[in-house]
């Protein structure tokens, strides 16, 4: 089996060094066997989640998307940046509209059950966003999914990868490939797809 690993980071901003993170995993995933799609939450614009917005208009068809394109993988591998020592809005909202689909169309639907998580952050801090991925594993947990132990953040970004986005500190690099190599192992034992 060839585990399906779908790559998100939780910044849209042009350069981002969580953009370069979830390129980076992009590349080790498919090192280590994974079909890889990368996704960026640009292509899913989202209303802030609001529940007379779901009352009156249903979930956002931007979110069935999402949603359909998380349950269609076997993991996920998530780049967070940190805002203020916790996930990074844009990525909560779509978690969090993701997690309020029940149907698509008439069969019960959940994108989030089952799938395996492997998270990752990069700041230029000296932490290396490690405080946002506390609040983002039990989030995930929340919602459904599989948390892989292994993790990567990712310190002193600006300057952590090369002209062809891999890691350039070795230690870094090796910690990125074992989480990497864990997800898609967890993957192959278990599979996940409903």
């Known amino acids: 089996m060839t585990p399906s690993i779908l ?3 939780g910044s849209t901003r042009s350069g981002s060094i969580n953009g370069k993170l ?19 939450l640009l292509d899913y614009p989202l209303p802030l989640v609001n529940e007379d917005l779901k009352k009156q208009q249903g ?21 967070s940046p940190e805002y203020n020592a916790s ?14 689909i029940a149907r698509d169309g008439e069969k019960p639907f959940k994108a989030w059950n089952g799938r395996y998580i492997a998270l990752g952050s990069a700041s230029n801090g000296r ?15 929340a919602v459904g999914t599989q948390i892989i132990t ?3 953040s990712v ?5 952590a990868f090369d002209e062809d986005g891999r ?6 690099a090796g910690i990125l490939n074992r989480t990497c190599k864990s997800l898609i192992d967890h993957c192959k034992r278990h599979g996940s797809r409903n």
């Open 150 to 152: 292994e993790q990567c």
């Open 59 to 79: 979930i956002p068809e931007n979110a069935m998307k999402l949603g359909r394109m998380i349950a269609a993988h076997d993991g996920l591998f998530i780049a």
């Open 22 to 40: 979830a390129d980076a995993a992009q590349l080790a995933l498919a090192q280590f066997g994974g079909d890889v799609t990368r996704i960026s």
């Open 167 to 172: 890691l350039t500190d070795e230690r870094m």
């Open 87 to 100: 996930i990074a809005p844009l990525l909560k909202n779509a978690i969090d509209w993701v997690s309020l």
């Open 7 to 9: 790559v998100v980071a």
């Open 127 to 141: 932490l290396g966003g490690i405080r946002s991925l506390n609040h983002l594993r039990s989030v995930m947990m």
């Open 155 to 159: 310190s002193d970004a600006a300057a």
